[in-house]
């Protein structure tokens, strides 16, 4: 069912209408222009700090900025978007939001040698670009559960994926054509290659036109279809407060000493300087949840942090046990994201200096590479994952597939020829297609209507704690252990998406036996 135009039917059916394939594509088509974004972002960023005089062991530092953001954004917008509701709708609002500043931040980058200080200007943009981009994904994931009903989930955020894989590939491959089509792909030190300018503002527009797309082809269901629709799992909105009253306050003093013992730890122990804002980050939550807790004591269940650290702590199980999964799997895509293109550069192209062709040739590989990872991703999406989970069930097809990605990234361990890395992105593809899914596919069928935003951005806080653990932590690692050797962090990645998937055995499907 089209939902174009004006206000979605009224039906008298305790369950939400079929979507046909239409709808659904338009429903999603936004997550195109969002990937895009994300994937200019993961693919290029390491390459402009290098550019702009970044060393290796900087690089984790200055991508911390993407999933701190992820971790403030996600939750306070998951939480705003359940409480929005006026004649634009209840997530399309943060939709447009999300894509103006991300557009925005999209044209600035590659003007940042042009501005004093650029590699500081460059990471507050990363800043601002992962920040508007949360601001538009969060309310998208929480979109298909609002739209779809329960028996759609799954093709949903297949069909979800599928985009997400389109839209990747465009990213992607973008630098790669415009150097084939002779724009220069190397530039002098300190000045960023026109074919990353290009893409930055080509992504620019395409992320904005594809949000907007969707923005003005699916209209919301209202506030009484929806209670009418989600009446069955209705939840009283007081009650994860009300526990959260119940709590003392010695899980919070853990958090803040656990904190302060992180950040003490820094100079006797010659770590990175990151490392105080991983202690400084676990205080932080010691002291919110304290005072969420205070809060909720007194009464005052309608306060956004009593909502979010009750509903943190209230978590259902099966959320739980998802939440262990994707900590580990997206420590792996972290690792790569960051130290991807500069392996390819320097490992099979021979080169670690961002001034030379050798290393440019490279980044472009990596970019072009990461193509097939995405667009094998959107095939699997729509016809490996569905025949697989009907097959074995969705818990084995993701843990099969987690296990497929640990293999791609040993091959960059092991290998150095780099045509053979299109065998490590097909199997890294099928993996990625099933972490967007999956998940997802499980989880949004056990949570209620009325808090699906919050959950969706809490679970998501599974996704940004491992960056930033990452962030953290991976550049003292290296500089203590593999200095100037950044291919054993393929190492770590491949032992991350094996935790998870056998940390897959302790999921069950809701409404399923195995």
């Known amino acids: 069912m089209a939902i174009v135009g004006g206000t979605a039917p009224v039906t008298t059916s305790a369950r939400k209408p079929h979507m046909g394939w239409g709808s659904l594509a338009n429903m999603s088509f936004g997550f195109f ?26 690089l984790p530092a200055l991508w911390v900025a993407a999933p701190l953001t992820g971790l403030i954004v996600q939750p306070i917008v998951g ?13 399309r609002p943060y939709f447009v939001t999300g894509a103006l500043l991300a557009a925005i931040a999209l044209f600035l980058m590659p003007l940042a040698p042009t501005f004093a200080a650029p590699l500081i200007f460059a990471a507050t943009l990363l800043w601002i ?26 093709t949903g955020y297949a069909v979800q994926t599928a985009f997400i894989g389109a839209g990747a590939v465009a990213a992607a491959i973008f630098p790669w054509l415009l150097d084939q089509f002779g724009v220069s792909n190397v530039a002098p030190d300190g000045q960023i290659p026109d074919t990353v300018r290009w893409s930055f503002w080509a992504g620019g527009i395409a992320l904005f036109s594809a949000i907007m797309w969707t923005v003005f082809t699916t209209k919301e269901y209202s506030p009484e279809q929806m209670a009418a629709f989600e009446a069955e799992r209705d939840v009283e909105l007081g009650e994860t407060v009300s526990a959260l009253a119940a709590k003392s306050y010695t899980t919070p003093l853990i958090w803040i000493v656990a904190g ?15 490392i105080y804002l991983l202690g400084g980050l676990l205080a932080t939550y010691g002291v919110l949840s304290a005072i969420g807790i ?53 490992y099979f192209f021979g080169s670690a200096d961002p001034t030379t062709a050798a290393y440019n040739e490279g980044a472009n590989w990596w970019n072009l590479i990461y193509t097939v990872q995405n667009g094998v991703a959107a095939v699997a999406a729509l016809l490996v994952l569905p025949a697989l989970a009907r097959k074995i069930g969705k818990a084995r097809t993701h843990m099969t597939c987690l296990l497929l990605g640990a293999l791609g990234f040993l091959g960059y361990f092991v290998l150095r020829d780099p045509n053979l890395l299109i065998i490590c992105e097909v199997l890294k593809g099928i993996a990625w297609a099933s972490i967007l899914a999956m998940p997802y596919a499980i989880l ?12 969706m951005g809490l679970f998501n806080v599974f996704i940004v704690i491992p960056q930033l653990l990452v962030a953290t932590v991976m550049g003292s690692v290296m500089l203590a252990f593999f200095p100037g050797e950044p291919v054993w962090t393929m190492l770590f990645a491949a032992a991350s998406w094996t935790i998870a998937a056998f940390a897959m055995l302790r999921v069950r499907v809701p409404g399923k036996t195995a």
Not at 39 to 46: A, D, P
Not at 132 to 152: C, H, W, Y
Not at 262 to 274: D, F, H, I, W
């Open 444 to 455: 949004a069928s056990s949570l209620p209507q009325k808090k699906l935003g919050i959950y």
């Open 260 to 274: 302060a013992a992180v950040a003490l730890s820094v100079n006797p122990l010659g770590l990175q300087k990151e």
């Open 129 to 154: 670009l992962d920040a508007s981009l949360n601001i538009s994904m969060e309310p998208f994931r929480a979109f298909v559960g609002d739209m779809l009903d329960k028996s759609q989930h799954a």
């Open 33 to 58: 222009g969002i990937q895009i974004g994300f994937v200019l972002q993961n693919g290029n960023m390491s390459r402009i700090f290098q550019t702009l005089g970044a060393s290796m062991e900087e």
């Open 79 to 91: 939480h705003l978007s359940d409480k929005t509701w006026n004649s634009f709708g209840r997530r």
């Open 294 to 346: 205070s809060m909720a004591k007194q009464g005052k269940s309608a306060n956004m942090l009593a909502s979010i650290v009750g509903d943190f702590s209230g978590m259902p199980d099966t959320m739980k046990r998802l939440a262990v999964v994707q900590f580990f799997s997206w420590s792996a895509l972290f690792i790569m994201w960051i130290y991807s293109g500069p392996i390819v550069s320097q």
